[in-house]
Structures are given as C-alpha cells and as structure tokens.
C-alpha cells in the first residue's frame, strides 16, 4: 500500500484560507468515507481534526473543514492563526490486511 | 480526559526487542468499543500503523511486522505494550499510542510520542 499524496508545504498569511490534498487510490480514499486529518506540532501528541471526510471531533474549530472527490481528499483551513502552524497528514482506511495508509505530510505555514 | 504516555527505553541494540508502554489515565482500556493502537514515524517518512489490540485480547498487525510484534493488554494496570523483536535501524522512530474509536480508523487520541533509537 503506497502512501497518500500530499503537497509538502502550504502556506497563507493570518486570516486567509488554505487548502491541503491528499491523493489516493480507489482501493482507499476512492472506496471509503473513512478519511481522516490529523494535526502534529513538534513534541505534542497529534490531534484528530477531521474523520469520515468531513465531520470535526468536538472542540476542533469550524475553521476546519474536510472534503472528498474521487480518489482526494480536502482539507480546508479559514482564517489562518498562529496556532495552525503545525504538520498535516491524512489518512485512509483500505479495507484490506493493512488497514490504513497515511499521507506524506503537508508543513503549513502562517506567514 | 483521557489521556495516553508512551514509556520505554529511548535506545535499543540491533537484534534485540524493543518493548514500549503506553499508559492510560482518565479513562479504561477495558471499555468496549475502543482499540488501542501503535503508530511509529521515521524521519521523513509518513505515519505507519504498527498494529492494535482490542479488550477482547484480538488483535491486528502490519503484515510487514506481522512476524516481530505482540501487542497486549494489561488490564489491571490500564495500559498496552508493544514488543518488537529483532530491531535494526530501520525501526528508529518515533512511536505513538493512540486509542481507535472505530475499527476503520478513527484515532482520537494520542500520546505524544517517544523516539526509540536503534544502535549498531
């Protein structure tokens, strides 16, 4: 099962929106609404953001939104701030003995 | 809250078995309906599910992994451990426990991770 596709960076200044993709196959993102974001600062436990393609965990900000098309994913950050500064990947559910693939990585940066 | 530690040895031989635990306050790793999950990030490299156990005592490995790692729980002391036999470098990473609220993964919440080298 090969990785999940996601750009290395993005970046947008204080209050503007920025949007990260993840690119899988139709063996994962394609077949499946079990699409996840989490959110990773250096030295802190991740934080789920997004699950089942669109739905927030509570206390996760509704600047945060996810999406799905095909084999890719979204995930849409509005009204950039400070705190968004961290690394973003994805994931998907296979379905198969190796259940869940994760994305390369996405470094957003507030500028 | 719940909330999850990882503790284990940061430096581990070649060929020898790596062995992390992951604690769990604020909550029961006896409760239905969760899995208890490791996840280990190379540098550089993505996140990679290692394997999961739920309280029944089942669990689900890495194929690639599959021959190397138990995971178990340990109930009395509310916490899962990892084992991991026969380490090379490749397995230096930083090592993550996570708790599963769904078995097509969703991961809710996760320890903050602790780097595992392996020496030659």
């Known amino acids: 099962q090969s990785a999940l596709t996601q750009p290395p960076s993005a970046s947008g200044s204080p209050g503007q929106s920025v949007a990260i993709s993840c690119t899988g196959t139709s063996s994962d993102i394609g077949s499946y609404k079990y699409v996840s974001w989490y959110q990773l600062h250096p030295g802190k436990a991740p934080k789920l953001i997004i699950y089942e393609v669109s739905k927030r965990p509570s206390g996760v900000p509704d600047r945060f939104s996810g999406s799905k098309s095909g084999n890719t994913a979204s995930l849409t950050v509005s009204g950039l701030q400070a705190e968004d500064e961290a690394d973003y990947y994805c994931s998907s559910y296979t379905g198969s003995n190796n259940p869940f693939v994760f994305g390369t990585g996405t470094k957003v940066t507030v500028l | 809250q719940v909330q999850l530690q990882e503790s284990g040895p940061g430096l581990v031989k070649a060929s020898q078995t790596l062995s992390l635990t992951c604690s769990v306050s604020g909550g029961s790793v006896s409760s239905a309906g969760y899995s208890w999950t490791w996840f280990r990030q190379s540098a550089g490299k993505e996140l990679e599910w290692i394997g999961r156990v739920y309280v029944s005592g089942s669990t689900d490995y890495r194929p690639s992994l599959k021959s190397r790692i138990t995971i178990s729980l340990d109930t009395s002391k509310n916490q899962f451990s990892l084992r991991l036999t026969s380490v090379t470098a490749a397995d230096t990473a930083v090592y993550y426990c996570?708790?599963?609220?769904?078995?097509?993964?969703?991961?809710?919440?996760w320890g903050q991770g602790t780097m595992v080298t392996v020496s030659s």
């Open positions: 996570a708790r599963g609220v769904s078995a097509e993964g969703t991961f809710d919440i």
